[in-house]
């Protein structure tokens, strides 16, 4: 019997790839891997798996962020956009670069205004609020309706990360995920890295929910 391990992540693998991966993982019959389950199934009959993909979008419109803001997009970021564009799976399972008609790369603030959760920002220190909002940098989301959302973000340094977000459980953001971020002690992550870590993140849910695997 094959081993739904092969599903998850290689060690160095590219964006590119993760999407291949995760789209043979829709094209799958899971009862190769599971003979517990006595019936056929592919993910692929599930529209809530879905994967699309979005429009490229003009390097113009990087370049327009870059000289207000004085922030230099990635270079792995800027070719994904530029050349590939964003993609997104399902309606709320993970979504890279959508919602264009927001902040090409909105800050904390304005990403918690976008999801809904404005009234947040009044809970974070002034402080910590306006060096956030100068450092971070958001262009994905991950299960934006689940209790533990992740909000992917770029920083001003160049590197990339995920932030937990647990709108229920206000002292782990405020007290844990926030101030790590705040003293750079925060996981990072390369695009390929981050990428290839939500796609996981997705397959291992999708099991979870159809009972495949505890």
Same mark, same amino acid.
């Given at each position: 019997?094959?081993?739904?391990?092969?599903?998850?992540?290689?060690?160095?693998?590219?964006?590119?790839?993760?999407?291949?991966?995760?789209?043979?993982?829709?094209?799958?019959?899971?009862?190769?891997?599971?003979?517990?389950?006595?019936?056929?199934?592919?993910?692929?009959?599930?529209?809530?798996?879905?994967?699309?993909?979005?429009?490229?979008?003009?390097?113009?419109?990087?370049?327009?962020?870059?000289?207000?803001?004085?922030?230099?997009?990635?270079?792995?970021? *800027?070719?994904?956009?530029?050349?590939?564009?964003?993609?997104?799976?399902?309606?709320?399972?993970?979504?890279?670069?959508?919602?264009?008609?927001?902040?090409?790369?909105?800050?904390?603030?304005?990403?918690?205004?976008?999801?809904?959760?404005?009234?947040?920002? *009044?809970?974070?220190?002034?402080?910590?609020?306006?060096?956030?909002?100068?450092?971070?940098?958001?262009?994905?989301?991950?299960?934006?309706?689940?209790?533990?959302?992740?909000?992917?973000?770029? *920083?001003?340094?160049?590197?990339?990360?995920?932030?937990?977000?647990?709108?229920?459980?206000?002292?782990?953001?405020?007290?844990?995920?926030?101030?790590?971020?705040?003293?750079?002690?925060?996981?990072?992550?390369?695009?390929?890295?981050?990428?290839?870590?939500?796609?996981?993140?997705?397959?291992?849910?999708?099991? *979870?929910?159809?009972?495949?695997?505890?």
């Amino acid at each position: 019997m094959k081993n739904y391990k092969t599903f998850l992540a290689p060690k160095d693998e590219v964006w590119q790839q993760a999407v291949d991966r995760y789209n043979l993982f829709r094209e799958a019959e899971m009862q190769e891997y599971f003979s517990m389950k006595d019936y056929s199934y592919n993910f692929r009959d599930n529209r809530a798996y879905d994967l699309s993909f979005a429009p490229k979008i003009s390097p113009a419109i990087i370049a327009d962020f870059e000289i207000r803001t004085g922030v230099n997009v990635p270079d792995g970021l *800027t070719d994904m956009l530029c050349t590939h564009g964003g993609f997104k799976i399902g309606e709320g399972i993970l979504d890279i670069f959508g919602g264009r008609d927001q902040a090409v790369f909105p800050n904390l603030e304005q990403t918690f205004a976008k999801y809904g959760y404005a009234g947040f920002t *009044t809970k974070i220190g002034s402080g910590m609020l306006k060096s956030l909002n100068g450092f971070y940098f958001f262009f994905g989301i991950s299960f934006p309706e689940s209790e533990e959302m992740s909000f992917l973000y770029f *920083t001003k340094a160049g590197n990339f990360g995920k932030m937990l977000f647990a709108p229920q459980n206000e002292n782990l953001v405020l007290k844990k995920v926030l101030p790590a971020m705040f003293n750079g002690s925060s996981e990072k992550f390369t695009l390929d890295g981050l990428i290839s870590n939500q796609i996981d993140r997705v397959i291992i849910n999708a099991l *979870t929910v159809k009972g495949y695997i505890d």
